[in-house]
């Protein structure tokens, strides 16, 4: 996790910025002891946002899932991708983990 002042000197932006990105759901946010942090894994080997996170987010906040729900489907194993659909945003595979996005039922 990184904390959320590290998030914003990371992509060069001001704090306020990623608590707005927060709020318009193009990341999202896990409190841990207190400290609200950002995963590691929504972040490209530059330290860029992946760029279909915003979108794959976006597409499950429209299907009526909660950020928690978000965050436990985007960790869960999925044997038919392989892995977990947080590693496959990084490559190939990310259009078809949007894909799967929209199609699961709530």
Do not use: C, N
């Not at 927060?22 to 330290?47: E, I, M, N, W, Y």
């Not at 794959?56 to 950020?67: G, S, W």
């Not at 965050?71 to 990310?94: M, Q």
């Amino acid at each position: 996790m990184l904390p959320l002042p590290d998030v914003a000197e990371q992509l060069g932006i001001a704090v306020t910025r990623v608590h707005q990105m927060l709020r318009d759901h193009q990341l999202l946010a896990v409190r841990r002891d207190g400290v609200a942090g950002v995963p590691k894994d929504f972040f490209d080997s530059t330290g860029a946002v992946v760029k279909p996170l915003p979108g794959l987010i976006t597409v499950m906040r429209d299907a009526k899932y909660t950020d928690e729900e978000i965050l436990e489907w985007i960790y869960t194993d999925d044997d038919s991708l392989p892995g977990r659909p947080v590693d496959a945003i990084h490559g190939p595979l990310a259009r078809e983990v949007v894909r799967r996005a929209a199609a699961e039922p709530f």
